[in-house]
């Protein structure tokens, strides 16, 4: 598990965590208000912290390939939709400014079901 003074990290903007065998988020990840990038592959995490989205107001990138969390779950917590918004934005400036030409998908961050 991630220790409780991660969340006295304020001026921390990424935080990468795969392959760390996780269940889940601590809620004082909320306290990160300052947290662009959130990387939780391949752990076993099932929930997030409720506000998670509310809290992170400059959270763009979350991803959390290969966890047993279901889409609509993420999809459902308060304020995803604004974090939708930040991260789609983020991805139009890259292809506007061309910086991703080469790339061939566009990552949600989260595993949907084919």
């Given at each position: 598990?991630?220790?409780?003074?991660?969340?006295?990290?304020?001026?921390?903007?990424?935080?990468?965590?795969?392959?760390?065998?996780?269940?889940?988020?601590?809620?004082?990840?909320?306290?990160?208000?300052?947290?662009?990038?959130?990387?939780?592959?391949?752990?076993?995490?099932?929930?997030l912290?409720?506000?998670?989205?509310?809290?992170?107001?400059?959270?763009?990138?979350?991803?959390?390939?290969?966890?047993?969390?279901?889409?609509?779950?993420?999809?459902?917590?308060?304020?995803?939709?604004?974090?939708?918004?930040?991260?789609c934005?983020?991805?139009?400036?890259?292809?506007f400014?061309?910086?991703m030409?080469?790339?061939?998908?566009?990552?949600?961050?989260?595993?949907?079901?084919?």
């Amino acid at each position: 598990s991630l220790p409780e003074t991660i969340g006295g990290c304020l001026a921390l903007q990424e935080l990468d965590c795969k392959k760390n065998m996780l269940h889940a988020l601590p809620i004082y990840i909320c306290k990160l208000q300052n947290m662009k990038s959130v990387i939780l592959d391949n752990n076993n995490i099932s929930m997030l912290p409720k506000n998670m989205f509310e809290e992170c107001k400059v959270l763009q990138t979350l991803s959390i390939h290969a966890n047993p969390i279901a889409v609509e779950e993420l999809e459902s917590m308060p304020g995803f939709a604004t974090y939708q918004s930040r991260r789609c934005l983020k991805y139009d400036k890259q292809i506007f400014g061309g910086a991703m030409k080469q790339k061939m998908g566009f990552d949600e961050g989260f595993d949907r079901k084919v």
